[in-house]
């Protein structure tokens, strides 16, 4: 059997007259041309994809990108299993385009994703809690922000053993052994009267369930310039093991789809 390839076929119809003495004879010759299609290679496919894929580079690179969360650090607010779109552009260097793009330094109560401050690899996602100059300290787990209690309703607190070092922040009385070490040394020169003070370009992050959270108590601020993005939605979610259900509820937290964490 022969290849077979995919081509176009064009008819086109010639109609003569013929006259003769005796009678009118109308001829009608067909012409019939075929043109091959060009194959679908590897390259046509490329080509055609290409600009899918040019901007999808762009959204990705400049304007959002997809982020899985991979801790409960930030429950209940973000879940294990969430996937998130992130605003890339909320805190990126203004510079000449400040004026029209909606640019802005983070503010308490931001959701960031930033870089970790102990491997700027790895991304966490944690909550504003502090801004630069501010003062700030736990007691009994609770925040005070210039010696003033704040608000938390996103803040969950699951019971577990006591631990002085976290409720009690900042405390050089007790040494917990996940402490960075250098920041253990820095946090020591910016406590005044109980209260830690953050330096200039510094914010102090937090997760929201925050008996289970490594976060600036632990490793110290996230620089300004670490900033990556602000989470716009959750566009998928997948259950826990212990949450999922036959058939087509267990595939997904269906009710989560397209929420927006606030």
């Not at 801004?131 to 787990?141: A, H, M, S, V």
């Not at 289970?212 to 989470?231: I, K, L, Q, V």
């Amino acid at each position: 059997m022969s290849d077979q390839k995919d081509e176009i076929v064009e008819a086109a119809a010639e109609v003569v007259v013929v006259q003769t003495p005796g009678e009118t004879v109308v001829r009608k010759t067909f012409v019939v041309t075929r043109r091959e299609l060009p194959a679908n290679g590897p390259l046509e496919v490329f080509t055609s994809l290409l600009p899918i894929i040019t901007v999808a580079i762009f959204i990705i690179t400049f304007l959002a990108q997809p982020y899985r969360i991979p801790s409960g650090s930030m429950e209940n607010t973000l879940l294990v299993g969430d996937f998130l779109l992130v605003n890339k552009q909320i805190y990126a260097p203004g510079g000449a385009w400040r004026w029209l793009m909606p640019y802005r330094d983070p503010r308490r109560g931001d959701i960031i994703v930033f870089h970790n401050p102990l491997d700027a690899n790895d991304h966490l996602v944690k909550r504003t809690i502090a801004q630069p100059g501010e003062r700030i300290r736990l007691r009994g787990g609770r925040v005070l922000i210039n010696s003033q209690p704040i608000e938390e309703p996103y803040a969950i607190y699951i019971p577990s053993r006591p631990d002085h070092f976290r409720d009690n922040f900042p405390t050089l009385h007790d040494a917990d052994p996940e402490i960075d070490a250098q920041w253990w040394m820095q946090m020591r020169t910016l406590i005044d009267n109980g209260d830690l003070i953050l330096p200039a370009g510094n914010y102090f992050m937090m997760g929201d369930n925050r008996n289970n959270s490594r976060d600036s108590r632990y490793w110290g601020f996230m620089p300004r310039e670490f900033a990556e993005g602000m989470p716009m939605l959750v566009y998928f979610s997948v259950p826990a093991p212990e949450e999922q259900q036959r058939g087509i509820h267990g595939l997904a937290r269906w009710s989560r789809m397209f929420t927006i964490p606030r």
